[in-house]
């Protein structure tokens, strides 16, 4: 799914739904749909492709998965590479969970990013919640807010509307995804 594509997503679910927890679902839609496609899309599978062919990669190479993280023209984020009773792991820390194909798993989306494509295409504020210390949000005043899954909160003095759902990060980190609509 490209960027287009996902802006019409985005477009389309905030102008059919005139109740805003209708219009909530839409966006938490928007929102699981660009996680599936940057877990599980085209530009992941070929990149998996290309560095699964790669053998000192598949050996675990530190400085090979070092090399392929950083080639220009490819957004690569994280690598690991489980050989044997070695684990070779190079990358971002907090990053969109990705494929994984004879012990080589990729990622090509940091949380940071998907926050603000989320954002950027929805107009909603964002905030995702891994492990202790993996905060990302699209409003620094987000972090630091007690979050219900769902329904109405206030948040440093504005009303929001509130959705969240789950999804599995990198090597098994469970993410909590917030949307937080527009205030009232």
């Known amino acids: 799914m490209n960027l287009a594509t996902l802006g019409v997503l ?11 927890a209708g219009a909530t679902n839409a966006y938490v839609n928007v929102a699981q749909r660009i996680y599936k496609s940057e877990r599980d899309g085209s530009a992941v599978r070929a990149s998996l492709r290309r560095i699964s ?12 998965l070092l ?28 990053v969109v969970a990705g494929r994984s ?7 090509i989306q940091d949380v940071i990013g998907y926050v603000k494509l989320v954002s950027k295409l929805t107009g909603q504020g964002v905030l995702v919640r891994g492990r202790d210390g993996h905060v990302v949000a699209s409003d620094p005043v987000f972090a630091k807010a007690s979050l219900p899954s769902s329904g109405a909160v206030s948040v440093d003095g504005h009303e929001y509307q509130v959705s969240s759902f789950t999804e599995p990060g990198f090597a098994g980190e469970k993410l909590r995804i917030w949307l937080l609509g527009q205030p009232t």
């Open 10 to 20: 985005a477009v389309a679910g905030a102008t059919s739904c005139a109740a805003p």
């Open 101 to 107: 194909v004879g012990g080589l798993t990729i990622s």
């Open 53 to 64: 062919h790669d053998r000192a990669a598949m050996r675990g190479s530190r400085a090979e």
């Open 67 to 94: 090399r392929q993280l950083y080639l220009p023209g490819f957004h690569v984020v994280r690598l690991r590479v489980v050989h044997g009773a070695r684990v070779t792991d190079v990358g971002g820390r907090f």
